[in-house]
């Protein structure tokens, strides 16, 4: 069932479209959702289905979408973790969300990289245009070949075979997180969800 709503989508995302226009349909229309952090939606399994029902997400929901939209088109994926702090100094950050990420323990971007014309190609479609403003690396225009650019400053690079793979992955990181960090993260991230509503003009 909730596999249904996927292939729907992707249908009207693509009516039309060769490979390569779909490809980068797809890219857009994922891109374009609100960044927000919802943890409900990092189910391997129903996040798909359930980032396009909420019509925002995360990297991780994004991505496990984004991968599963390239699968049914045909074109491989691999799921693949950056390690990185959330302090990056090229965020605009308010000074008080500053000091926020400046104590969010190492966080775990997903991206995916996508096999295109017979090499392993990084498409990252964490960030929606508004964000721009604030500093974020946003993949404004991306011609379904080339590498786009990663929505984070990588300290270290981890593959991932599937979506269950990383999801097993991340579960074990952050699971032995300690109690400071678990709070220090769910501090920068409830500001951060804030913050950006803010920088789109979103009420609430």
């Known amino acids: 069932m909730s596999g249904d709503i996927v292939v729907e989508t992707l249908g009207e995302w693509t009516e039309g479209l060769g490979p390569e226009e779909s490809r980068i349909a797809v890219f857009e229309r994922i891109r374009d959702m609100p960044y927000e952090i919802i943890a409900e939606l990092k189910d391997p399994y129903e996040g798909p289905a359930s980032t396009i029902k909420a019509g925002r997400g995360s990297c991780t929901p994004k991505h496990f979408l984004l991968g599963a939209m390239f699968?049914?088109?045909?074109?491989?994926?691999?799921?693949?973790?950056?390690?990185?702090?959330?302090?990056?100094?090229?965020?605009?950050?308010?000074?008080?969300?500053?000091?926020?990420?400046?104590?969010?323990?190492?966080?775990?971007?997903?991206?995916?990289?996508?096999?295109?014309?017979?090499?392993?190609?990084?498409?990252?479609?964490?960030?929606?245009?508004?964000?721009?403003?604030?500093?974020?690396p946003v993949n404004e225009s991306w011609d379904g070949m080339s590498d786009t650019k990663n929505a984070v400053k990588p300290l270290e690079e981890i593959v991932h075979a599937s979506a269950v793979e990383r999801d097993d992955y991340t579960s074990r990181i952050k699971g032995a997180f300690m109690e400071e960090e678990k709070a220090a993260l769910d501090a920068f991230v409830s500001a951060l969800n804030s913050w950006c509503r803010l920088l789109r003009g979103e009420q609430g």
Request: glycine share 2%; net charge negative.
């Open 71 to 136: 699968e049914i088109l045909d074109t491989s994926v691999k799921y693949v973790t950056y390690v990185f702090y959330w302090d990056d100094p090229d965020i605009d950050y308010p000074e008080d969300l500053r000091q926020l990420a400046r104590r969010a323990p190492l966080e775990y971007h997903l991206a995916i990289k996508a096999h295109i014309e017979r090499r392993w190609v990084l498409v990252d479609a964490t960030w929606d245009p508004p964000l721009k403003r604030a500093g974020y």
